[in-house]
Nanobody, 125 residues
């Protein structure tokens, strides 16, 4: 069993930056791919980014490419999402998730076995 806890959300202005963290406990994350998803009010949860288990491969949804950077520190059992040049449309609850098939390329929610409780990111214009 893996427990995931997100932190780092908050209220910022457009153009600001935030760094989200996802700390894991229960098992080492080194065999898991990590993903970030987000859910805006009234919308379905959507894929944001993914990083393979050893950090060699990263993936982003088009709307965040060039602004967000996913990373991980397996020694700290933590994944990160650096978000720069934030826009009001980035406002959402952000969730981290762990996929036990760490070396694959998968983007669907059902591919992830463990989820955090979410952290709110609000970007004002």
């Amino acid at each position: 069993q893996v427990q995931l806890v997100e932190s780092g959300g908050g209220l910022v202005q457009a153009g600001d930056s935030l760094r989200l963290s996802c700390a894991a406990s229960g098992r080492t994350l080194s065999s898991y791919a990590m993903g970030w998803f987000r859910q805006a009010p009234g919308k379905e949860r959507e894929f944001v980014s993914r990083i393979s288990n050893l950090g060699r491969n990263t993936y982003y949804t088009d709307s965040v490419k060039g602004r967000f950077t996913i990373s991980r520190d397996n020694a700290k059992n933590t994944a990160y999402l650096q978000m720069n040049s934030l826009k009001p449309e980035d406002t959402a609850v952000y969730y981290c998730a762990a996929d036990p098939r760490g070396g694959t390329t998968r983007f669907k929610e059902d591919d992830y076995s463990y989820w955090g409780q979410g952290t709110q990111v609000t970007v004002s214009s």
